[in-house]
Nanobody, 120 residues
Framework: QVRVVESGGGLVQPGGSLRLSCAAS????????VDWYRQAPGQERELVAT????????NYSDSVKGRFTISRDNAKNMVYLQMNSLKPGDTAVYYC?????????????WGQGTQVTVSS
């Protein structure tokens, strides 16, 4: 059974830090690239960070560059998002997305999301 489960969200004060985790099972995780997305109320889902299957390529949106770090541990089937210097504008539900392309087919697995609230 394929599962992607995010955890680590919560309430944090501005300037604080959180580390989100994404646990995958039921598929060969090490073959999949992984994205972290976020969606705030009334807004479109935004791509925040991307990491390649081997972990050797990473990209970030301009809104989080220099504050967030994406990493992965393929031995544990885990991806992490370290979030520092958090701002109220980072408040959103954060989603993990694992994907790979096989010929013309794109395999995509989403988690259920974890809420991050940045507020004093």
């Amino acid at each position: 059974q394929v599962r992607v489960v995010e955890s680590g969200g919560g309430l944090v004060q501005p300037g604080g830090s959180l580390r989100l985790s994404c646990a995958a099972s039921g598929f060969t995780f090490s073959l999949y690239d992984v994205d972290w997305y976020r969606q705030a109320p009334g807004q479109e889902r935004e791509l925040v960070a991307t990491i390649s299957s081997a972990g050797d390529r990473r990209n970030y949106s301009d809104s989080v560059k220099g504050r967030f770090t994406i990493s992965r541990d393929n031995a544990k089937n885990m991806v992490y998002l370290q979030m520092n210097s958090l701002k109220p504008g980072d408040t959103a539900v954060y989603y993990c997305n694992a994907y790979r392309r096989v010929a013309t087919v794109k395999l995509v697995y989403w988690g259920q999301g974890t809420q991050v609230t940045v507020s004093s």
